[in-house]
């Protein structure tokens, strides 16, 4: 079973370096997007993208809900 991750600042300096990490070790990795960065490199390893904001409930919920229907326990990384 393909263990999920689900990333927020993957974007940034520190979560493109993890994403990439768990990528190596063929996790499916899904990330929290905000509008207006730029996703080239984790489009590029294969995540799953998830735009959103944590300050936004909604849509936090919304790629929350998408990765826990998917996965009974996904690791949450903030």
Do not use: K, W, Y
Not at 3 to 12: M, N
Not at 39 to 56: F, I, M, V
Request: aromatic share 4%.
């Amino acid at each position: 079973m393909t263990r999920a991750v689900f990333l927020t600042g993957a974007t940034g300096f520190l979560g493109a370096r993890l994403a990439a990490d768990f990528a190596e070790r063929d996790c499916e990795v899904h990330a929290l997007v905000r509008r207006g960065s730029d996703p080239s490199n984790l489009e590029h390893l294969g995540c799953q993208l998830h735009p959103g904001d944590l300050r936004e409930r909604d849509t936090l919920e919304r790629a929350l809900g998408a990765v826990c229907a998917e996965h009974e326990r996904p690791l949450v990384i903030h």
